[in-house]
């Protein structure tokens, strides 16, 4: 089992920026990726970002690409996710994840492990 638990949200204004953690923990040598999801009141959760764990590579949903970045810290099994240029769209609740299939990243069923989630409230 992976344990996975996210913090940095909170209520910022439009332009704002805010640093999302997600620390791993438990049996993280079965991650072979971690990712970002998001999920507005009444929405689908929607694909934010991934990283694989060995190589490094990063993917980013096109909505947000050029504002959001992920990265990871390898020895403190702890990915981040840095959010610039807020937009009141952006709000919703981060779900951080984990998986080892192979598939699709910017699927929800190919991770094993969520989050409870991180709210992230943007005012305009």
């Known amino acids: 089992q992976v344990q996975l638990v996210e913090s940095g949200g909170g209520l910022v204004q439009a332009g704002g920026s805010l640093r999302l953690s997600c620390a791993a923990s438990g049996r993280t040598f079965s991650m072979y990726y971690m990712g970002w999801f998001r999920q507005a009141p009444g929405k689908e959760r929607e694909y934010v970002a991934s990283?694989?764990?060995?190589?490094?590579?990063?993917y980013v949903a096109r909505s947000v690409q050029g504002r959001f970045t992920i990265s990871k810290d390898n020895a403190k099994n702890t990915v981040y996710l840095q959010m610039n240029t807020l937009k009141p769209e952006d709000t919703a609740v981060y779900f951080c994840a984990a998986g080892s299939r192979v598939g699709n990243l910017v699927e929800t069923n190919v991770y094993d492990y969520w989050g409870q989630g991180t709210q992230v409230t943007v005012s305009s």
């Open positions: 990283i694989r764990w060995i190589t490094g590579a990063t």
